[in-house]
Nanobody
Framework: QVQLVESGGGLVQAGGSLRLSCAAS????????MGWFRQAPGKEREFVAA????????YYAHSVKGRFRISRDNAKDTVYLQMNSLKPEDTAVYYC?????????????????WGQGTQVTVFS
């Protein structure tokens, strides 16, 4: 069992940056693959980025590649999402998720643990 708590969301002008954090507690954080998803009003929750257990492997949705960066600090039981060059279409609730499945995971049903979400709003 692992509990996830996101923070760092907020209101930002287009072109700006935000850094989301996700603090984990419970079982050994370093054994989980981690991911970030987002859900805009009226839309399905979609994959944003994922990182393997060691932090060495990452994968991004096409829409954020080159602008967002996922990383993790296993010593702090925390995963981060650095978001740069933000656009209004990035507005959504962002969720952190943990998976016990090995490797990079991009599907919602591969993640068994979810945080409560943090709102990111980008205005033009």
């Amino acid at each position: 069992q692992v509990q996830l708590v996101e923070s760092g969301g907020g209101l930002v002008q287009a072109g700006g940056s935000l850094r989301l954090s996700c603090a984990a507690s419970g079982r050994t954080f370093g054994t989980y693959a981690m991911g970030w998803f987002r859900q805009a009003p009226g839309k399905e929750r979609e994959f944003v980025a994922a990182v393997g257990w060691s932090g060495g492997n990452t994968y991004y949705a096409h829409s954020v590649k080159g602008r967002f960066r996922i990383s993790r600090d296993n010593a702090k039981d925390t995963v981060y999402l650095q978001m740069n060059s933000l656009k209004p279409e990035d507005t959504a609730v962002y969720y952190c998720a943990a998976s016990t499945v090995l490797g990079i995971r991009t599907l919602k049903n591969e993640y068994g643990y979810w945080g409560q979400g943090t709102q990111v709003t980008v205005f033009s």
